[in-house]
């Protein structure tokens, strides 16, 4: 039985000056029963604009750029378009790019170009690195744009074929993925048990417990004056049961390494912490900082690499508690009974989300 596997294509553009161009491409997409995908798609969410634009885009099988006569809005803390680092990004990631450029720029409308020169400087930077990287085709109108990047999508697929997307209806591949998945997991789980056990004896040589190391990394601090971001060093010195009562929950269910980091990088807020500064989405933990805290609670047997992916497309390394994990995470943070001392109550409280 043949099975249709339908592409998702990521169309990266300016939006205003190019609403017919990007018109005419995503109908061209559907029409050879591929799925279109870019910023039309994006909805509010709990996650930052990069972050989603990041996912949509890992889970797409080809990147198209269309360059016309705008640069676009500046990401402030790199000074470069949000088309431009959606393109680095796919470039990075492997994806294959099909490019577009606008054939006669001096010819396209006033409303439609640059006018501030800094900006026109980048978007002439930018037009010129990509010319160089890939072979491109120039348009001159959002009719033509379609039909060129329909033959060059059919192309694209035929040389460079990608895992597509395939209809679940019980029948398809899909299903013995699926059991393939689940006795892969099944497997990792047992591996994990049988590594728990390894570990039971602890010789007492490994740094666990109130034992301290001393974390380091960069974050993003806002001058209230100035209203202007710099970057800034910061260190914490934390238990590595502090540690793990901090990450061990959203290990429960496995995580992502970014969000591990992310998690790790609010740490300068327990004993760096200034009035008018908060934890922000770009703070970072240094990556020896990072490594060591993986190695370590790998080698107490907290830790595992998991096997929960979002998609065929998922590149996210995961990371899940062992059973010994889980049970040393448990007693770090179940609840207790209040304890009586005599005539006095004594209430043993655990820490809260802000380490109180």
């Not at 006033?110 to 160089?132: I, P, Q, S």
């Not at 010195?237 to 793990?244: G, L, N, R």
Request: aromatic share 10%; net charge negative; proline share 3%.
């Amino acid at each position: 039985m043949a099975y249709s596997v339908r592409h998702q294509v990521f169309v990266s553009s300016t939006f205003t000056d190019l609403k017919d161009e990007r018109a005419e491409v995503i109908q061209a997409i559907w029409e050879l029963d591929c799925i279109p995908t870019g910023m039309e798609a994006f909805v509010a969410s709990n996650e930052s604009q990069w972050d989603v634009i990041k996912r949509v885009i890992d889970e797409c099988d080809y990147y198209v750029l269309i360059i016309g006569g705008r640069y676009g809005s500046v990401v402030t803390d790199e000074g470069i378009s949000y088309t431009e680092k959606e393109y680095r990004y796919a470039k990075k990631s492997g994806i294959p790019v099909l490019a577009f450029v606008h054939g006669k720029p001096e010819e396209i409308a006033v409303g439609k170009t640059e006018k501030d020169d800094t900006l026109r400087k980048k978007l002439e930077a930018f037009r010129a690195g990509v010319m160089k990287e890939y072979p491109i085709k120039q348009w001159s109108s959002a009719t033509e744009l379609g039909g060129f990047v329909s033959r060059s999508l059919i192309r694209e697929i035929k040389i460079n074929p990608r895992p597509g997307w395939i209809r679940n209806d019980g029948s398809s591949p899909i299903a013995l993925l699926e059991q393939v998945n689940r006795l892969t997991e099944e497997n990792q789980q047992l591996r994990e048990q049988f590594s728990a056990q390894d570990n039971d004896e602890d010789d007492g040589t490994l740094a666990s417990g109130s034992d301290i190391v001393t974390l380091r990394g960069t974050r993003l601090v806002q001058d209230l004056e100035e209203y202007d971001l710099r970057t800034e060093r910061w260190k914490a010195q934390v238990s590595w049961d502090e540690i793990f009562r901090d990450v061990g929950p959203s290990l429960i269910n496995e995580t992502t390494e970014n969000d591990l980091k992310r998690l790790l990088a609010r740490f300068h807020a327990y004993q760096d912490f200034k009035q008018g500064e908060e934890y922000h989405s770009n703070d970072k933990i240094d990556l020896e900082g990072w490594n060591e805290i993986l190695i370590q609670f790998r080698a107490l047997g907290y830790i595992n690499q998991g096997v929960k992916k979002r998609g065929v497309n998922d590149k996210s390394s995961y990371w899940g508690l062992t059973p010994k994990g889980d049970k040393h995470l448990v007693g770090l943070m179940a609840l207790r009974k209040k304890k009586e001392d005599g005539d006095s109550v004594q209430e043993i409280y655990l820490p809260d989300d802000d380490g109180k």
